[in-house]
């Protein structure tokens, strides 16, 4: 290895860090994003009524029932 090496960080590595530099709260917006959408419990009898509505799909969708 060479005296005057350095590791490699590509743009958008060096872009990441120095938005989080500049935000520190970042991370914490984006999981409280993220807690909106993604992060909730399942209700099992809404999910159990959800997949008892389900109607079975003829194998080709644009074909008229004969």
């Known amino acids: 290895m060479p005296l005057f090496w350095k590791p490699y960080k ?3 590595t060096q872009f990441i860090e120095q ?5 520190p709260a970042l991370e914490a917006e984006q999981r ?6 993604w992060d909730r419990s399942l209700d099992r009898s809404e999910q159990a009524e959800w997949n008892e509505a389900k ?3 003829q194998p080709y969708v ?4 004969a």
């Open 10 to 12: 590509s743009d958008v």
């Open 19 to 23: 938005l989080k530099t500049q935000k």
């Open 32 to 37: 409280a994003g993220r807690a909106l959408l």
């Open 55 to 57: 109607v079975p799909q």
């Open 62 to 65: 644009y074909q008229t029932k």
